[in-house]
């Protein structure tokens, strides 16, 4: 497994205390959460377990649970349930989850059907009634009530489910807030048509009218439940909307695979039954099982499924190709070399679901004050009944007032504000490519001014190959070739592979050897000692006028030692990306300094660097030095954020205030980054860091409407200036707001 595969986003300081590295990690489907209320309360109870550390997500309804061995999954789920709530292991089949929520979708669906088609002719017979008492007929008490009250226990029958199991555990949330305004309405709303000697005269005017009406809520009670319900699925259908992504993403592996048996035959088996390093076929339009090698065959792959590349990429013997991109042409045999939760495909969702898993601290804000949100509320409605009753108030417009305020707050917009924007950033982030491993990283991006730039393998295509040798006397070619070859065939460097592709096939085992980063590498070859790496590591003596006509032309160099003796000079020429200077631009546009950071000579990085547009160039350093380079910058007060592939650029990456590796880079260089970038284009990084800062936009503009919201609404609700059925709207819209205002991220466009 790779580091990236294996990588968990980095905990914050607050979330790592009782961290262990025994810990194991298990994903909980958590039902009946409504609002960050809940969220608040199944934390806790989890997080009282010893042992355990629990992050729950209200967008996606799911626990993340870090807890010791000792502790079950038994006692996890068992914990949940005691408080009030649903749980189960979470399904790794995306599609029984979302059928669970379908069907939920369907229940709030037929209840607000039935509720709406009542309320209707209900509410308009109410408020007449309650107007122009001339009006009433007899037994219009009745017939008011026998429109009414399947609305109000059947239709809100999910409100005060939830509101009595959250009472049954001494919990409030915002089912109960509703569900106790609801039954307020229509307890007074009975009591008063129920009432004899309530008939009095019509009054003069409209407005008088109004003012001097019967207080009969059943109209508020039925609203209050239709606006509810309608919310609930309005909601919940976007949440399934800012989920597609994720899920289109997750439903892409194939389910299958036609694996080739010794006979030469295909055997079809179930994608859960292929084992490493067996071969399997695949053809046109099909969809590569897992990561491999291709064996056999030529085609073009698609993999805008894991970069968000819609070019194509050929993919021929020894091309290794990854599971869940399609095969558009051709017919491939392929060997498995990862399969199940090893493969890469995994790693990507995995790092999805764990970025979701981490909470920003906008977030944990909004969760400290949901936490004491509702039992304020209930305080402030019984203020305001009692602060109009001692003011001289009826006690129809106390009664009307505290209910408003009960129907109009919302603790679920504070809930919704933070995960619901990051789920669909999550899933815009995956169609194109970009990974965040979560909220640090993301809050990290709003800040960052300078951007540097590796070299080789991230603003050059990488691709390298040797465009001349310089031999010295006593040495073939061939044999330099031979040599150097076998050497570099155990690194994993873009140089070394340059050397290895123009060595070719059949070269000798190394021994002994050492890799050192930056520099280059030794080993023994057939008994004789060779090194291979730049003129800091192996002085080119005899054959440095070719080193220095490569340089001259802005090319790397490697030399070669054999047993102390220098052997050759090769030049090695890189490309440089197509859109790199696009990008620089972009970057340039945002007011976002560049820098080019690279262990190669300075003729080769001033060349690249005036073809790009990067005006600061720093050369000739070493790994360590690239770590001193970012805390230099940061030193001058900028936040920098490094871009790099190899494993030299890890401790950079993880230096940096923003670490973004190349997805084609190493494991080394994508374990220690924030960011992953699975795209080969340099158009990633300003696309990434658009995205994010995008994200941090939504969140902050929807927990300035949440809170806003509730601070200004609650105190006009007390103030006996809202009706309470227009109170049930504004709460419902409250929730939608956001919701919808998160949904427009994944209009979000790579330039």
């Known amino acids: 497994m790779t580091d990236l595969q294996s990588a968990a986003p980095p905990a914050s300081a607050d979330e790592s205390a009782d961290a262990t590295a025994e810990a194991q990690r298990t994903f909980l489907d958590v039902g009946g959460m409504t609002c960050a209320a809940c969220v608040g309360r199944v934390e806790r109870k989890l997080n009282k377990l010893d042992g355990v550390r629990a992050v729950v997500n209200l967008a996606t309804r799911?626990?993340?649970?870090?807890?010791?061995?000792?502790?079950?999954?038994?006692?996890?789920?068992?914990?949940?349930?005691?408080?009030?709530?649903?749980?189960?292991?979470?399904?790794?089949?995306?599609?029984?989850?979302?059928?669970?929520?379908?069907?939920?979708?369907?229940?709030?669906?037929?209840?607000?059907?039935?509720?709406?088609?009542?309320?209707?002719?209900?509410?308009?017979l109410s408020i007449v009634l309650a107007i122009i008492p001339s009006t009433r007929f007899p037994g219009w008490q009745w017939v008011l009530l026998a429109l009414s009250l399947p609305v109000v226990t059947w239709g809100a029958w999910p409100l005060h489910k939830k509101a009595w199991q959250g009472a049954r555990h001494g919990a409030a949330t915002m089912d109960t807030l509703v569900s106790v305004g609801i039954i307020s309405a229509t307890a007074w709303s009975v009591v008063t048509v129920l009432t004899p000697g309530r008939q009095r005269p019509d009054p003069h005017g409209l407005w008088n009218a109004i003012v001097q009406s019967d207080p009969i809520y059943l109209e508020v009670a039925m609203g209050v439940t239709v606006f509810v319900l309608a919310g609930r699925y309005f909601e919940a259908s976007a949440r399934a909307k800012a989920a597609s992504a994720l899920r289109d993403l997750s439903t892409r592996g194939a389910r299958d695979v036609s694996v080739l048996v010794r006979d030469g035959s295909e055997l079809r088996i179930p994608i859960g039954e292929l084992r490493e390093d067996q071969v399997f076929v695949v053809r046109p339009g099909?969809?590569?099982?897992?990561?491999?090698?291709?064996?056999?065959?030529?085609?073009?792959?698609?993999?805008?499924?894991?970069?968000?590349?819609?070019?194509?990429?050929?993919?021929?013997?020894?091309?290794?190709?990854?599971?869940?991109?399609?095969?558009?042409?051709?017919?491939?045999?392929?060997?498995?070399?990862?399969?199940?939760?090893?493969?890469?495909?995994?790693?990507?969702?995995?790092?999805?679901?764990?970025?979701?898993?981490?909470?920003?601290?906008?977030?944990?804000?909004?969760?400290?004050?949901?936490?004491?949100?509702?039992?304020?509320?209930?305080?402030?409605?019984?203020?305001?009944?009692?602060?109009?009753?001692?003011?001289?108030?009826?006690?129809?417009?106390?009664?009307?007032?505290?209910?408003?305020?009960?129907?109009?707050?919302?603790?679920?917009?504070?809930?919704?504000?933070?995960?619901?924007?990051?789920?669909?950033?999550?899933?815009?982030?995956?169609?194109?490519?970009?990974?965040?491993?979560?909220?640090?990283?993301?809050?990290?991006?709003?800040?960052?001014?300078?951007?540097?730039?590796?070299?080789?393998?991230?603003?050059?295509?990488?691709?390298?190959?040797?465009?001349?040798?310089?031999?010295?006397?006593?040495?073939?070619?061939?044999?330099?070739?031979?040599?150097?070859?076998?050497?570099?065939?155990?690194?994993?460097?873009?140089?070394?592979?340059?050397?290895?592709?123009?060595?070719?096939?059949?070269?000798?085992?190394?021994?002994?050897?050492?890799?050192?980063?930056?520099?280059?590498?030794?080993?023994?070859?057939?008994?004789?000692?060779?090194?291979?790496?730049?003129?800091?590591?192996?002085?080119?003596?005899?054959?440095?006028?070719?080193?220095?006509?490569?340089?001259?032309?802005?090319?790397?160099?490697?030399?070669?030692?054999?047993?102390?003796?220098?052997?050759?000079?090769?030049?090695?020429?890189?490309?440089?990306?197509?859109?790199?200077?696009?990008?620089?631009?972009?970057?340039?546009?945002?007011?976002?300094?560049?820098?080019?950071?690279?262990?190669?000579?300075?003729?080769?990085?001033?060349?690249?660097?005036?073809?790009?547009?990067?005006?600061?160039?720093?050369?000739?350093?070493?790994?360590?030095?690239?770590?001193?380079?970012?805390?230099?910058?940061?030193?001058?007060?900028?936040?920098?954020?490094?871009?790099?592939?190899?494993?030299?650029?890890?401790?950079?990456?993880?230096?940096?205030?923003?670490?973004?590796?190349?997805?084609?880079?190493t494991d080394v260089a994508q374990g220690a980054a924030d960011v992953v970038l699975m795209r080969e284009e340099l158009s990633a990084v300003p696309d990434a860091l658009g995205l994010a800062r995008a994200t941090l936009k939504t969140i902050k503009t929807n927990l300035v409407w949440a809170f806003g919201y509730n601070v200004a609404a609650i105190p006009i609700a007390a103030a006996g200036l809202l009706n309470p059925l227009i109170s049930a709207a504004a709460m419902s819209f409250s929730s939608f707001f956001v919701v919808w205002n998160s949904l427009r991220l994944r209009r979000f466009g790579s330039r």
């Not at 995306?94 to 379908?102: K, Q």
């Not at 770590?627 to 900028?638: D, K, T, Y």
């Open 286 to 665: 099909e969809t590569i099982a897992t990561d491999g090698v291709v064996e056999s065959g030529s085609a073009f792959v698609d993999n805008s499924a894991m970069t968000g590349e819609s070019r194509p990429v050929p993919a021929g013997p020894g091309d290794r190709v990854v599971g869940g991109t399609v095969c558009q042409d051709g017919r491939l045999t392929v060997r498995a070399i990862a399969v199940g939760e090893d493969t890469t495909f995994a790693a990507m969702l995995r790092l999805v679901e764990d970025a979701q898993a981490t909470k920003a601290r906008m977030q944990r804000l909004a969760d400290r004050v949901s936490a004491v949100f509702v039992p304020c509320v209930f305080a402030i409605a019984a203020l305001t009944f009692a602060g109009w009753m001692l003011f001289g108030g009826s006690i129809d417009d106390a009664v009307k007032a505290a209910i408003a305020v009960l129907v109009i707050a919302c603790p679920c917009a504070l809930g919704l504000a933070t995960p619901v924007a990051f789920m669909v950033a999550s899933g815009r982030g995956a169609q194109l490519g970009v990974y965040v491993r979560g909220h640090q990283a993301l809050e990290a991006t709003e800040s960052i001014d300078t951007v540097v730039f590796d070299k080789t393998g991230t603003v050059t295509t990488g691709l390298l190959e040797v465009a001349a040798i310089a031999v010295a006397d006593g040495f073939t070619e061939a044999q330099v070739l031979r040599l150097a070859g076998a050497v570099e065939t155990a690194s994993e460097h873009a140089v070394a592979r340059a050397v290895v592709a123009r060595a070719g096939a059949d070269l000798p085992a190394v021994e002994d050897f050492r890799a050192v980063p930056g520099l280059g590498a030794t080993g023994t070859v057939d008994g004789r000692t060779v090194r291979v790496g730049n003129p800091r590591f192996v002085s080119p003596g005899v054959l440095a006028p070719a080193v220095d006509a490569a340089a001259e032309a802005g090319r790397t160099v490697a030399v070669v030692e054999v047993d102390g003796a220098v052997a050759a000079v090769m030049e090695i020429a890189d490309t440089i990306k197509p859109d790199a200077r696009a990008a620089i631009t972009r970057l340039h546009e945002a007011g976002i300094t560049t820098v080019l950071l690279t262990g190669d000579n300075a003729a080769a990085a001033a060349k690249v660097a005036a073809a790009v547009g990067i005006d600061d160039i720093r050369s000739d350093v070493l790994p360590e030095g690239k770590v001193a380079e970012i805390r230099a910058l940061q030193a001058e007060g900028r936040r920098v954020a490094m871009v790099g592939d190899g494993v030299n650029d890890g401790p950079a990456l993880a230096a940096a205030d923003l670490g973004l590796a190349m997805g084609t880079g």
């Open 62 to 124: 799911t626990a993340t649970v870090e807890h010791a061995p000792t502790v079950t999954v038994e006692q996890l789920t068992g914990t949940v349930e005691a408080a009030g709530y649903t749980a189960a292991p979470k399904s790794p089949n995306p599609r029984r989850a979302m059928l669970a929520e379908e069907r939920e979708r369907r229940d709030v669906l037929r209840r607000l059907v039935v509720s709406l088609v009542l309320f209707v002719p209900a509410a308009d």
